[in-house]
């Protein structure tokens, strides 16, 4: 596609309910991002794949929290067993080369995540 | 280890105004990228430059210039004749030569408001 594309743009959902984002890049790039930005914050990393792999998943910040690429394109972030502490904005970014410095990274418009 | 500082949470200036968005880095690598982003109430990151450590050349790009400067470790992005259309949050980024995820670390981010 032209760009990143996320899906769902908005979602609101109760405490301990498990939630998918989706998020399909832009049309051949090997790189995939999540980002999480929550409200007034920065961005702050969460997990990096290249193609279907994930090298770093450092930044996913418990076990309540996985992603998945399959086909080298679309990615799913689930969070399990969902916590207030998770309503954030969850951002997709997509770059053509993966794992190297410089690369510019695309984002889409993000996921806006309520937790009620 | 990578650091990038914004001071300014926020700034608010009038229509017309020029406006400087500090931003200061911290890095041990000779070879480096920064970046500037734009979000705007949409949520979507907007790429705005890139630059590589080895390039301190000044960038004008319409209304945009950029001032990169390696003995303050400073990149810098001033909007002259602000418009309200300007009014974002604009992302200063560092990415390292062989840092995980291209190795790119957001700053917190300014709020700029642009007021009519």
């Known amino acids: 596609g032209a760009g990143v594309s996320q899906s769902p743009s908005n979602k609101v959902t109760e405490k301990g309910k498990d939630v998918e984002l989706r998020c399909d890049p832009i049309s051949g790039h090997t790189a995939l991002y999540w980002y999480r930005q929550s409200l007034g914050q920065g961005l702050e990393f969460l997990i990096y794949f290249q193609g279907n792999s994930a090298p770093d998943k450092s930044g996913l910040p418990s076990d309540r929290f996985s992603a998945e690429r399959t086909g080298g394109s679309v990615s799913t972030l689930t969070i399990q067993r969902t916590q207030q502490e998770d309503s954030a904005v969850y951002l997709c970014a997509s770059s053509l080369n993966p794992g190297r410095a410089g690369n510019t990274i695309y984002f889409g418009e993000g996921s806006w995540l309520t937790v009620v | 280890a990578q650091k990038v500082t914004q001071a300014q949470t926020e700034i608010s200036v009038v229509e017309k105004e020029d406006v400087t968005l500090d931003c200061v880095y911290e890095?041990?690598?000779?070879?480096?990228?920064l970046f500037w982003y734009k979000q705007p109430p949409s949520g979507e990151l907007v790429f705005l430059i890139r630059r590589n450590s080895f390039d301190e050349q000044n960038e004008i790009s319409g209304r945009y210039s950029w001032n990169f400067q390696k003995s303050t470790s400073s990149f810098n992005f001033t909007i002259t004749a602000s418009q309200v259309v300007d009014s974002a949050v604009y992302f200063c980024a560092l990415s390292e030569l062989g840092g995980g995820a291209d190795g790119l670390t957001f700053g917190k981010g300014t709020h700029l408001i642009i007021q009519p």
């Open positions: 890095t041990r690598d000779t070879t480096y990228y």
